[in-house]
């Protein structure tokens, strides 16, 4: 059973949407997405605001969904499962909103997996331009998959300070099956008091 409400971070293709779907499903918690939330709030996805709103839009929609999602848990006085957006390291609004209901447990993948789901997104057009990016590799405009592999090496690495810097416990996502990660999840979980059989 679920004591306490966790909220999952990582960088983007971690796994926080799966496993906390695979973790709630589990603990018989409820689960909450924050992409999921804000679509449902705005009627367009994460990267859609992004592109026409820019990052403070965007910031804007995302603290409006952890508040919702704040709110819904306070409101129903049960723990639950959030999985939270890749970058929501940057937007201390959002971390509030969430840190008054949660505890904040980031899943850190290894760079090469990440990295690999990234890259199987990129779509490389007719004229040899690339699209289908996250918008922190796409602003800077890369050329070649290489360069995309390198923004986002450097990118990786920040965000591994960030969520460590921020999370109340680490999970190393060391292992490639889903039952295996939830398995490392949930050790962690019980370890720290979270979770009782």
């Not at 990267?47 to 508040?67: D, L, P, V």
């Not at 760079?111 to 199987?120: P, T």
């Not at 050329?143 to 960030?162: A, K, N, P």
Request: glycine share 6%; proline share 2%; aromatic share 6%.
């Amino acid at each position: 059973m679920l004591k306490k409400t966790i909220a999952l971070m990582g960088i983007k293709h971690c796994g926080k949407s799966t496993q906390g779907k695979i973790l709630a499903k589990k603990m018989g918690a409820q689960f909450y997405d924050t992409d999921d939330v804000i679509t449902e709030q705005t009627g367009k996805t994460p990267r859609q605001i992004y592109t026409e709103s820019g990052e403070e839009g965007f910031k804007t929609a995302e603290k409006n969904a952890c508040q919702l999602v704040a709110e819904k848990i306070m409101a129903s006085q049960t723990a639950a499962v959030i999985a939270t957006g890749g970058g929501i390291c940057n937007n201390s609004c959002a971390l509030l909103e969430l840190k008054k209901v949660s505890t904040f447990v980031f899943l850190n993948s290894e760079e090469k997996i990440a990295a690999k789901r990234i890259l199987s997104e990129v779509k490389i057009e007719e004229d040899g331009s690339l699209s289908n990016m996250p918008a922190y590799i796409a602003k800077k405009n890369p050329h070649s998959l290489q360069e995309v592999r390198s923004i986002f090496h450097e990118f990786f690495e920040e965000r591994v300070r960030m969520y460590k810097g921020i999370a109340d416990f680490s999970v190393t996502m060391k292992n490639a099956t889903k039952s295996a990660n939830t398995s490392q999840i949930l050790s962690m979980l019980k370890s720290k008091g979270i979770v009782q059989d």
